[in-house]
T-cell receptor
């Protein structure tokens, strides 16, 4: 399968803590994308990291990419209640993993 | 940023009804749009790729006569679920992407379809 797979499947943390999600994939890629989905809504693009990049930042988000291990991580720092959502990685337009359900406890 | 509008957001109808869902790119032209189906707490499953001015490309196992796709302009693709039955109840999401290999997808807000 070419799709990414996220780990863990579910994550519950206290507000203010950092949340880390991982994504593994199986084939070579041009880029890897992370998306967020709030319950009952469409996906929102968070960040795209190209295959020749190792780390990328956007606000409280930090994404790393290790092409030798075929893995990526998404770090959300200083989590907020509004970060509660499902997070997906995708390597191709059809290749979404099953997602990590993140819950932030107030 | 690129905005994709999907309409309606929620449909409830009787079995046997045909339902049309619209997907519009509001501020960019999309030669290609994608239609997905999502079951609760599961990932997105690509149903078909909609190409402007040509026939859609359907994924294996998706009935093209059941899910009619029309992409008549660079800003509009429609998905029609024909003669819908309860098993067609699901969350349908469309997306569009700007041209270029390193472009992300922009998603509509989805349509929740409930067939009674």
């Amino acid at each position: 399968s070419q799709q990414g797979e996220e780990d863990p499947q579910a994550l519950s943390i206290q507000e203010g803590e950092n949340a880390t999600m991982n994504c593994s994939y199986k084939t070579s890629i041009n880029n890897l994308q992370w998306y967020r989905q709030n319950s009952g809504r469409g996906l929102v693009h968070l960040i795209l990291i190209r295959s020749n990049e190792r780390e990328k930042h956007s606000g409280r988000l930090r994404v790393t990419l290790d092409t030798s291990k075929k893995s990526s991580s998404l770090l959300i720092t200083a989590s907020r209640a509004a970060d509660t959502a499902s997070y997906f990685c995708a390597t191709l337009y059809w290749a979404f993993g099953s997602g990590t359900r993140l819950s932030i406890r107030p | 940023g690129a905005v994709v509008s999907q309409h309606p957001s929620w449909v409830i109808c009787k079995s046997g009804t045909s339902v049309k869902i619209e997907c519009r790119s509001l501020d960019f032209q999309a030669t290609t749009m994608f239609w997905y189906r999502q079951f609760p707490k599961q990932s997105l499953m690509l149903m078909a790729t909609s190409n402007e001015g040509s026939k859609a490309t359907y994924e294996q196992g998706v009935e093209k006569d059941k899910f009619l796709i029309n992409h008549a302009s660079l800003t509009l693709s429609t998905l029609t679920v024909t003669s819908a039955h309860p098993e067609d109840s699901s969350f349908y999401i469309c997306s569009a992407r700007l041209q270029g290999v390193n472009q992300p997808q922009h998603f509509g807000d989805g349509t929740r379809l409930s067939i009674l």
